[in-house]
Structure formats: C-alpha cells, structure tokens
C-alpha cells in the first residue's frame, strides 16, 4: 500500500531539511513528514560543537547543537512528524518514495518533495594520493566524529591536508584534546575556509601552514607511519626536489564536499556538474514538477545561516505547491556564469518574483564589480572562493529585463 | 619604547595584516594597514585582550550520549584555553541536563561558566 496523504515530504532533518519542513507547515501543508535516516534529528550540527553558527539568522553566537535545538523544537511545537532511523532508499520521478523502516519498507507518495541529503566529504581515494593504504587516514568530518560524539581520539599526532573549514575546526579540536598537529597541507595559494578560522583554529595554536603544497606519499603498511609532502608548481603538479617527510600517525583530509544525490538522480532530477546539485529555478524546484531541494544538497555553503534561508524557501514553495497555489511563472530567465564566476544559484530565476541569489567567484581578486547583466550592480572590497557572494534581486529590477531577454550574465571583475 | 605587531583583521574576507604601534607595552599609538573602522575596532580589541569562547565536550557517566557538548557562557582569554581543557577533561556529568545548563561555574576563576550547548536525557 502506498501512503499518500502526506502534503511535503522531506528527506533529511539536518538543517535545510528542519527549516524547509518548518517553512512548509506555516505556509498551510498540514501533513509535513521528515525523514531521517539518523537516530535523531538534527544531522552534522551534532558533532558540530564549536561556536559561529546563527550569526546571521539569529544574531547571536551558537554552537552546532544549540542552532539544531531551535529549530527541532519549533519543528516539533508545529507539529512535524519527524520520523527517524528512517531512510529513503529510492526515489522514482512521479515522487514514489520507498522509506526503510523499523517497521520494515514503507512507500510514500507525497504531494510534493524537499530534498535535503546535504553533503559529503571528498575521500582520499577520490583525490588519488600515491602510497600505501594503512589506517589512520580518514575525512577531517569522521574524526570530528570520533571526538565530538564518540569520545574517541584517533591519533597521536596529526597532519590535515587540505584547508577547509571542517579541516582548520579539527585543527583547533584535536590541538584542544591533546593531539598534536604537525602541519596542515594546502595545495591552493591560498587558505581554502573562512578568514575566523585561519585566525581562530590555526593562528592561535601557531599551526604550521604549508600553503601551494600537498602530500605525494603514504608511509607505512599496518599503520600509517608519516607523509611525504612536495611543493607544488603553478599546475599543481608537485615539483621535484622538494619532497619532505612529515612524521603522524594520523591523516586528515579536507579536499572538498560534494552534493549527495544518489536520489536525485533516481527521480530524474537534472545535476549542475559545477555545483553537483540539482538546477532549481526561483522556487528552488528542480526540473521534476514538485520535488523542490535546498542547502549543500543544491550547493556547498559555507554558513549554516544561509542553507537555512534557503531552505525556507524550497519548504515554502513546495507547501505550496503541494496545495495548488503555486504562481504561474511570468517569464523565466537563464543565469550564466560570466567571468570570474564558478557558477550561480538558482541557475533560473523568473522575472515575476524577487530573488535572492547565492554564487561562488572563480579567484579571489580585490576592488570588483559584481554585476548581474545591466539590472543589478555591487562594489565589493574583496572576493574570495571561499566566501559566498549573495545578491537580492527586486522585482523592479527584474522589470528592467527587456522582453527578449532570455538569459543574463553574472560577472565579478576589476572594477575601473 | 614603541614597537610594532601584526594582526590579522577577521571582520572580513579581506582579512587585513593590521599593523599597530604601541609604547610602553600596551599603549596602542597607530593603527596602519586596515581599510575600515570596524576592522581597526576589532584589531585594536585584539590586541588588548584576545579573547574566545571555548567550545568543548565533557565525559558523560550514563544517559542518552558519551559527551555532552559544553561552552563557556562568555569568552575567556585565549592563553587559558588549554588550562581550561585540562580541567574539563577531569569534569564527569550525569542526566537529566538541559541546555543552558551551568556545568562549571566560575572556571578558573576566569569570570566564564561552563554551560551545556545540548540536553543529556536518561
């Protein structure tokens, strides 16, 4: 039997999942199922236990599980059915769902879907490091892991590779348990996270940086034993000669996150290859009528605070939807990645309905112009790959859009 | 005497390498190479007294999870961070505990409490 009475249906509780599922019940959706594959709600913010969430949206200074409790608690004063160790294990186009259970396999036919899987890390076997395959090496977000919530320290002495956010947080973490941090290896020019934390997590512990540099060999067999790490050309290829060892016993990486959407992809939904996420349009639906997605599942943030708002909004228009009050789109418009733009999210907007919208540079470059085709322009003092750029779009700029105007290019270059 | 330090600006992406000018030890003179007031605010805060708040984990004795995420209610200096560790390491709590809950009260004397950041159930 399939159950088909559900309104919006929302597959993961982290937080896009809790702010869609909050937004689609006070838009009028009364039945809002979340499913969550986890033991509780709440995902990744868990182990999050540091500070720097909820600057934006709350205004204040939380850490990871105090930014979930707000809003698991105002999920649950609503009424959302959050159903957990529940997880989806597939997905077809008219939005069957198919739920492993405690009570064995469930099928769902909601009327409409969020999809809010989030992301994972990069492994390192994805990165194609040479060397042996001992233990001690894993993703910077499984150690966090460990120690956050498992009470277990994985090494002695540590080497991250890759500078990421999570990566320089486990830096701070694993300094703070005793843990010492030998190096933290970036092959950029530059630090791959957020300003705060190359000051917060590796400045204040006198961290060793080595900037355009990666790890070319593996030692050890049982257990890993050290890393070789090279200086690397402008190409990123390591240049010989330059090779020294490192010795740890533990290896951490942090080279990157990537969209989870094994899903998705069942239910025929169209992937962005830059972003890895699905192409979604102003009301954050994907190109299958009625499943709608938000947070890292669409694209990689770097603050919690705006996978939340933008998750609202795909909680938001699929209750609505869901309720047939949908608003018939005025006339769409293609974003294009212009220069110095790595991509642009949502990747269509509609002239008929402001906009916010979110993109990532290419490089970072001082004293740009951000401008989106001739309706929207802003000075910016700094841009950086590592900080996401955010733009409102008002309907009286959209109105500027000419009528034959089928597409407009964002670009973010020197100013003068 | 006057003597010249570096700080990192972390108000925002452009993360300016401020340069501050100080005599006798702690008397800011000049603030160079910041591009805006909050960011020579920030810096010259820094310089006085760096301070974080710390977020850490205690051992739990039984309950709904191993660790209870734990924070100081308000920042501490940053050279007391990992004498504060030493001591939250020794800290063992029990259920129920709900959130805001003061774990340590007045650690080290810092004028900070340790509060929960999460609930610990039976």
């Not at chain 2, 591009?35 to 301070?51: H, L, R």
């Amino acid at each position: 039997m399939i159950s088909k009475d559900i309104d919006v249906a929302v597959i993961g509780s982290g937080p896009a999942g809790l702010a869609a599922a909050i937004n689609a019940k006070e838009a009028g959706a009364e039945n809002v199922t979340i499913l969550e594959r986890a033991e509780q709600p709440g995902g990744l913010l868990h182990q999050c236990v540091h500070n720097g969430y909820g600057l934006t949206y709350f205004n204040e200074d939380l850490t990871g599980p105090e930014y979930a409790r707000r809003f698991i608690e105002k999920a649950m004063d609503l009424r959302v059915d959050i159903e957990l160790e529940s997880m989806v294990i597939d997905l077809s186009p008219d939005k069957e769902l198919v739920c492993s259970s405690k009570y064995g396999l469930k099928k769902l036919q909601p009327r409409a879907i969020v999809l809010a899987m989030g992301c994972r890390e990069r492994t390192r076997q994805q990165i194609l490091i040479p060397g042996f395959n001992p233990s001690g090496i894993m993703t910077a977000g499984t150690a966090q892991r460990y120690v956050t919530c498992e009470g277990y320290i994985p090494g002695k002495e540590v080497v991250i590779l890759g500078s990421g956010d999570v990566g320089m947080i486990m830096a701070r973490r694993l300094t703070l348990e005793g843990v010492k941090v030998k190096a933290v290896v970036e092959i950029l020019p530059y630090i791959g996270g957020l300003i705060r934390n190359e000051v917060q997590c590796l400045g204040d512990f006198n961290i060793p940086v080595y900037l355009s540099h990666t790890v070319t060999n593996i030692h050890g067999q049982q257990r890993i034993e050290g890393v070789s790490v090279s200086k690397v050309n402008k190409n990123f290829e390591p240049i010989e000669g330059t090779e020294f060892r490192i010795d740890c016993d533990l290896l951490l990486t942090s080279v990157g996150l990537i969209p989870e959407n094994e899903l998705s992809l069942k239910a025929g939904v169209k992937i962005d290859p830059v972003t890895g996420g699905p192409i979604v349009n102003e009301n954050m639906e994907s190109n299958v009528s009625g499943i709608f997605a938000g947070g890292n599942v669409v694209h990689v943030n770097d603050l919690v605070d705006n996978v939340s708002l933008e998750s609202q909004i795909s909680g938001t228009r699929a209750a609505e939807y869901a309720l047939g009050k949908t608003l018939p789109s005025v006339r769409r418009i293609n974003l294009k990645a212009g220069e110095n733009i790595r991509y642009v999210v949502p990747q269509t907007i509609d002239v008929g309905k402001d906009v916010t919208i979110y993109m990532r540079v290419r490089e970072p470059r001082e004293k740009v112009r951000l401008g989106i085709g001739s309706i929207y322009s802003e000075n910016l003092r700094v841009v950086k790959p590592s900080e996401m750029l955010k733009a409102k779009i008002t309907l009286e700029q959209l109105r500027e859009i000419k009528g034959e105007v089928s597409e407009i290019e964002v670009s973010c270059v020197k100013r003068g | 005497m006057t003597k010249k330090i570096e700080i990192r600006c972390i108000k925002c992406p452009l993360g300016c390498l401020a340069e501050i000018a100080i005599h006798d030890e702690n008397n800011v003179l000049d603030v160079a190479n910041t591009q805006c007031k909050d960011g020579k605010g920030y810096v010259i805060a820094e310089f006085k007294s760096p301070v974080r708040v710390l977020t850490a984990t205690v051992l739990t004795k039984s309950g709904s999870s191993k660790l209870l995420p734990v924070k100081t209610n308000r920042p501490i200096h940053k050279t007391r961070l990992l004498d504060c560790m030493d001591f939250i390491s020794k800290v063992r709590v029990g259920p129920p505990i709900r959130m805001g809950q003061v774990i340590v009260s007045n650690i080290l004397n810092l004028g900070a409490d340790l509060v929960s950041t999460d609930e610990l159930k039976n």
